[in-house]
């Protein structure tokens, strides 16, 4: 069973790269006393914005992917940074979901994993996605 990020997935991520967008033009309009220099700073960042929202969160999401077979969970992502993460289902001891108001408006969830090793964490999985991760997991563990 293979999991991908569904479309409410790219909402989400564009809306917190949004937040950020708007965060760091504030505090370059605050912190920097030359007002050219907070504009070109300020254009400086929207490019950025319209470069990581129109382009790399797509391809990002577009690689990641949470893979289930019989004894093992296999979660891939990352774009410039590749990272794939292993783990025997019989060594995750704990599921958690959480969702925010902004996941619950597009619905999503965060799953974290914790086994053994470093909590794993998903935070584009779908409810439906959550719960099929959750049945899996339940069984073995009871």
């Known amino acids: ?3 991908h990020p569904e479309k409410g ?5 564009r809306v917190r790269s949004l937040a950020v ?3 760091l033009c504030f505090l370059a309009g605050v912190l920097l006393p030359n007002p050219r220099a907070a504009a070109v700073t300020a254009a400086i960042l929207s490019a950025a914005y319209l470069g990581a929202a ?3 969160i797509p391809v990002l999401l577009r690689r990641a992917e949470v893979e289930i077979r019989e004894d093992r969970l296999t979660y ?3 774009l410039l940074f ?3 993460i292993q ?3 019989r060594q995750i001891f704990l599921i958690t979901k959480r969702r925010t108001p ?6 999503l969830c965060t799953v974290v994993l914790r086994s053994c090793g470093p909590a794993v964490r998903i935070s584009w999985l779908t409810g439906a996605q959550a719960e099929a991760l959750e049945g899996i997991w339940r069984p073995r563990h009871g």
Do not use: D
Request: aromatic fraction near 18%; charged fraction near 20%; glycine fraction near 4%.
């Open 21 to 23: 967008w708007i965060a």
């Open 82 to 84: 590749r990272q794939e």
């Open 54 to 56: 129109m382009w790399y």
């Open 87 to 89: 783990i025997e289902l």
């Open 76 to 78: 891939r992502s990352g």
């Open 1 to 3: 069973m293979v999991f």
């Open 9 to 13: 997935a790219l909402t989400l991520l």
């Open 102 to 107: 902004l996941q619950r408006y597009l619905k």
